[in-house]
């Protein structure tokens, strides 16, 4: 097979705005590749829109380039291999089926499925459903602060100690002003390892440290660290509902997919044997 590269026009025949206006072509064809070629509507499609003059044409020259690039590669592999080689119909066709379905599946579930999931509704299915939230960690919901160790924590020690959480705006504040890393959000659940990945804390007596509701106040790396542990849940116990909330809401909605899916797929199964649309054998189910 004999075949050329070549590319088209001044610029690739392409003048971009770098707006959301429609793009301005001088002309149509803005490579060929033997019989192969690449239109500037192609091109204009794969630039993302919002890109300034200079940009446009970077990314438009991009991917001619490597059009250009796969189209020769693509040539040169049909005339190197058997033609039994490259007769790849049913794959494409299986491929092609792949995409639509799944376009047309999330297509369906987003005008049909309800997404949202009560707190009633994630609760039953957290009690039913409770050797799936094993813990394979210690958890705690913990606030922490880690502070250089220049600034003077003397104004937020007590107040971060209080078992409320009015100061806790100020103690924010404070943080802030001071370069701290922070954690004040008293509903968030911390594995162990992800907290210490923050908090440089040893753990030698885990359960009774966790267990304890007094300040702990150290320093450690050249920082300064507060930490008050709230609740915390064991190694290989069920977590707490609040710090799966997320995931039972996933899982409900996988289900809650899963099942309108299969619905749909046996509504439309049934509606063609009975009307007559398949056959199996030479013969169509009555």
Not at 77 to 101: C, D, G, H, M, Q
Not at 128 to 142: G, I, K, P
Request: charged letters at 25%; glycine letters at 4%.
């Amino acid at each position: 097979m004999h075949w050329t590269a070549v590319a088209l026009g001044v610029g690739f025949g392409i003048a971009f705005t770098g707006c959301d206006e429609e793009t301005n072509v001088s002309i149509a064809t803005c490579a060929r590749v033997g019989t192969e070629t690449l239109t500037s509507e192609k091109v204009r499609s794969h630039i993302p829109k919002g890109l300034g003059l200079n940009d446009s044409t970077a990314a438009a020259q991009h991917y001619i380039d490597q059009w250009v690039r796969e189209q020769i590669l693509v040539a040169q592999a049909e005339t190197a291999l058997p033609s039994e080689a490259v007769k790849f119909e049913e794959e494409i066709k299986a491929y092609r089926n792949a995409l639509i379905l799944h376009a047309f599946k999330e297509r369906y579930v987003s005008e049909r499925m309800d997404d949202e999931v009560s707190e009633a509704e994630a609760l039953q299915f957290y009690k039913a459903n409770q050797e799936s939230f094993l813990l394979t960690d210690y958890a705690a919901r913990v606030l922490f602060i880690n502070a250089p160790a220049t600034a003077s924590l003397d104004k937020i020690r007590e107040p971060f100690a209080a078992l409320d959480s009015t100061g806790m705006i100020d103690i924010e504040r404070w943080c802030v002003e001071n370069g701290a890393v922070y954690s004040l959000d008293g509903s968030t659940w911390w594995t162990l390892s992800a907290f210490t990945k923050e908090v440089p804390m040893n753990f030698y007596r885990t359960e009774s440290q966790l267990s304890s509701r007094r300040l702990v106040d150290f320093e450690a790396e050249g920082r300064h660290y507060l930490v008050r542990f709230i609740e915390h849940a064991l190694k290989d116990e069920i977590a707490p509902f609040t710090s799966v909330r997320k995931d039972v809401t996933e899982m409900i909605l996988h289900r809650r997919k899963h099942q309108l899916l299969l619905a749909m797929e046996e509504q439309l199964v049934v509606k063609a044997w009975a009307e007559g649309l398949v056959e199996v054998g030479g013969a169509s189910r009555e």
